[in-house]
Structure formats: structure tokens, C-alpha cells
């Protein structure tokens, strides 16, 4: 069984999904100069598993969503082409999860989160090779 299997199991990632907004919507995609600015959070192989030092990373963006008074705020997951698209679907859906849940217990209202999945949206071209950049295994926080 993979450590995301485990979660899954475990209900950790998915006990608080009905705190949500919603389950699944459209956010916009990073394309612009503010981009660069945008926040990730990098997750390992095959895991939705928070590492330490993403906490800073959203508190931070908590923090700056409560200053831009910002409507609402995007959490898009994604991950690497490697594996099955259907395991890459529900990975990238647990990692916007498991940030989402962070943000609010940093601070930012449940009911202005909306959790988005863009699995293999980018990501290895090699397809089936083991060099897939962490780069693409992460949730982007965006401020709407």
C-alpha cells in the first residue's frame, strides 16, 4: 500500500472535505507576471502528506489573502505523469486537500477556499521515465 493509500484509508486527508465551499471547481490557471509570485507547496512521490515546511508557506499565504481581502482563494493540485491517471486524479485532488485544510486552520474561512485538481497538467514529457520534477508535484495556492 503507497503512503497515499494509507491517508486515504486512514479518512486523514478526507475528514474535513464537507468543511469546504465545494468539492471541485474551476480556478484560474497562473500564466501572468504575478505568477512568479503565486505560492506552491511541494509534495514528495506518490504522497499528499504535508511536509514541515509547507506550514510557513501557507500560513503565509493565509496571511496574505486576509491583507488583499481576497474573495476567494484557489488551491489547485497537481501532480507528475508518472502512474496511473486515474491514482494522478485523486493525488492531485488529497494534495489541494490536505493545503486547504491547512489555510483554514491557519486562519482563512472554509467557505472562501475553492479546492481545484489539475492532475498531470504539466509534468514529465518523457512519460513513464523515474526523472519527474518535484516542481510538478505540487498545489498552487491562487489569490481571486
Given at each position: 500500500?503507497?503512503?497515499?493509500?494509507?491517508?486515504?484509508?486512514?479518512?486523514?486527508l478526507?475528514?474535513?472535505?464537507?468543511?469546504?465551499?465545494?468539492?471541485?471547481?474551476?480556478?484560474?490557471?497562473?500564466?501572468?507576471?504575478?505568477?512568479?509570485?503565486?505560492?506552491?507547496?511541494?509534495?514528495?512521490?506518490?504522497?499528499?502528506?504535508?511536509?514541515?515546511?509547507?506550514?510557513?508557506?501557507?500560513?503565509?499565504?493565509?496571511?496574505?489573502?486576509k491583507?488583499?481581502?481576497?474573495?476567494?482563494?484557489?488551491?489547485?493540485?497537481?501532480?507528475?505523469?508518472?502512474?496511473?491517471k486515474?491514482?494522478?486524479?485523486?493525488?492531485a485532488?488529497?494534495?489541494?486537500?490536505?493545503?486547504?485544510?491547512?489555510?483554514?486552520?491557519?486562519?482563512y474561512?472554509?467557505?472562501?477556499?475553492?479546492?481545484?485538481?489539475?492532475?498531470?497538467?504539466?509534468?514529465?514529457?518523457?512519460?513513464?521515465?523515474?526523472?519527474?520534477?518535484?516542481?510538478?508535484?505540487?498545489?498552487?495556492?491562487?489569490?481571486?
Amino acid at each position: 500500500m503507497t503512503k497515499f493509500s494509507a491517508l486515504i484509508s486512514a479518512g486523514v486527508l478526507l475528514a474535513a472535505a464537507s468543511a469546504f465551499a465545494q468539492t471541485v471547481a474551476t480556478c484560474p490557471t497562473a500564466g501572468s507576471a504575478a505568477a512568479s509570485k503565486t505560492p506552491w507547496v511541494l509534495f514528495d512521490l506518490g504522497s499528499a502528506a504535508l511536509k514541515p515546511e509547507a506550514k510557513p508557506i501557507i500560513a503565509e499565504a493565509a496571511a496574505t489573502a486576509k491583507a488583499r481581502k481576497s474573495v476567494k482563494v484557489c488551491i489547485v493540485g497537481q501532480t507528475d505523469k508518472l502512474g496511473d491517471k486515474a491514482m494522478n486524479a485523486k493525488l492531485a485532488q488529497a494534495r489541494a486537500q490536505a493545503v486547504a485544510g491547512e489555510l483554514i486552520r491557519a486562519g482563512y474561512p472554509a467557505k472562501d477556499v475553492i479546492i481545484a485538481s489539475n492532475p498531470e497538467a504539466f509534468g514529465n514529457m518523457s512519460l513513464g521515465s523515474n526523472d519527474a520534477s518535484e516542481k510538478d508535484r505540487r498545489v498552487t495556492i491562487i489569490f481571486r
